[in-house]
């Protein structure tokens, strides 16, 4: 039986922070550092629009994202489980300090403390939640 390489605490921090330093953060720069410190330079996203590769395009997402919510921040739904080289958070977003507009669920892998992969898996349930030309629309 392999034993996983990964610490199950590194998960839970690339799992936390992934969602507030890339996915909440309105800084450009900030976003760029906290990408390039957490994702593996060939990370891959996987959003219901399609599959986005490299650094550099998951912070083009990441920003795109931000521009047209600004003000949604990311909540945590309970702690981050952690099995192997992979971990899982759910998650809400919407305005500040109101419920949020829609939920979802990250899932990641690891590989040397960075995020290979992570698979967004949006709630059916959102129903606030509406994709246009790729993109979530507010």
């Known amino acids: 039986m392999k034993k996983s390489s990964e ?11 992934n969602l507030q330093e890339v996915f909440g953060e309105n800084n450009d720069e900030r976003r760029r550092a906290a ?18 590769v490299g650094r550099e395009a998951i ?3 990441a ?4 521009k047209k919510q600004p003000h949604f921040a990311y909540t945590p739904r309970g702690a981050p489980q952690v099995l192997h080289d992979a971990g899982r958070l759910a998650w809400g977003s919407g305005p500040r300090g109101e419920a949020p507009a829609y939920t979802g669920c990250d899932v990641i892998t ?24 790729g993109q979530i629309a507010s």
């Open 63 to 66: 920003g795109d994202l931000r």
């Open 7 to 17: 610490s199950a605490d590194r998960i839970r921090e690339l799992l936390d922070r």
């Open 110 to 133: 690891v590989r040397d403390g960075r995020i290979t992969a992570l698979y967004v898996f949006l709630d059916e349930n959102s129903e606030e939640l509406r994709w246009s030309g």
């Open 59 to 61: 912070d083009k997402f």
């Open 35 to 52: 990408i390039g410190e957490l994702w593996a330079e060939d990370g891959v996203l996987y959003v219901p629009p399609g599959v986005i």
